[in-house]
C-alpha cells in the first residue's frame, strides 16, 4: 500500500482490525462482534452509496482477498442481494445499474467502471447473508485466512468518492387544480378550461392487494409499491 494515502480512505460505520489481513466483513444491516482477525468489519445500509464505499475501501487495499457478506438483510434495499448481483454480473456500462439486482436505486455511479471491475477481480465474495453468529463467522473468516492467495497483483486503486449531484426532475402537472374549493371550480389539465369538477369513481371488480413501502437513503425517500 502506498505510503502517500492513509487506508481506509472512506470514513463508515466500520471498525479497522488488521489491515494486512486477507478478509473484509460487511454485515449489512446490523453491528456485530466478532472474535476473530479482519482487515476492516462493519455495515453496509443502502444499495447505491453503501456499496460504492464498501467497493473504495476494498480496490485500496490489494492485501484484501475475501468479502464476507453476513448480517440481516435490509428491507427494501436488498443490500447484501444488490451486492451479490453486482458481484456476479456487474453494472450496466450506460445506466450504471447493478444488472439483476433487487434493490430499490441499486445504481454505482461514482465510481469509474475500471474500479467496479477491480473489485469483482480483485476479491472472493463469500455468500453468508442473514448469518449473525459471531462464531460461525469467526470460524470462516480464519478458514478463508488459511487459504490467503496472497496480495491482488494489480495493486491499490485510490479512487476520488465524490457523489454526483443529482438533478432535479422536471415536474408537471399531473391532475387538475383546484381553483375554489367552496364553489367546486377547478382547472382542467387535459383541456386547460377553467370549470365546473366532477367527481369520478373507478370501481374495479377483482381488486389486487398491494404493498406500499417507504424507502429511505442518502438520495432521499421513496415509495415503493408491489402487487401480492
Known sequence: MSSDHNWPPISGDFEIGNPSHCVAICTL?????????YAIIGTCKTENIGIERVIINVISNPKIRYLILAGPEVPGHFTGRSMRA???NGVDPTTRKIINAEGAIPYIENIPL?????????????DMINTSDPAILDTKSRDLSAENPGEYTKGAMWVEF?????????????????????????????????????????VSENPSSAIIEMQGDETGTILFGREV
Do not use: C, W
Not at 444491516?29 to 482477525?37: A, N, W
Not at 377553467?194 to 373507478?202: E, Y
Open 29 to 37: 444491516g446490523k453491528k456485530i462482534s466478532v472474535d476473530t482477525e
Open 86 to 88: 453486482l458481484y456476479q
Open 114 to 126: 475500471e474500479g467496479i471491475e477491480q473489485f469483482r477481480d480483485q476479491i472472493e465474495l463469500v
Open 162 to 202: 465524490k457523489v454526483a449531484a443529482r438533478k432535479s426532475p422536471t415536474r408537471l402537472m399531473g391532475a387538475d387544480v383546484i381553483l375554489l374549493p367552496e364553489y367546486g371550480v377547478v382547472f382542467e389539465l387535459s383541456s386547460s378550461l377553467v370549470k365546473r369538477h366532477q367527481s369520478n369513481g373507478i
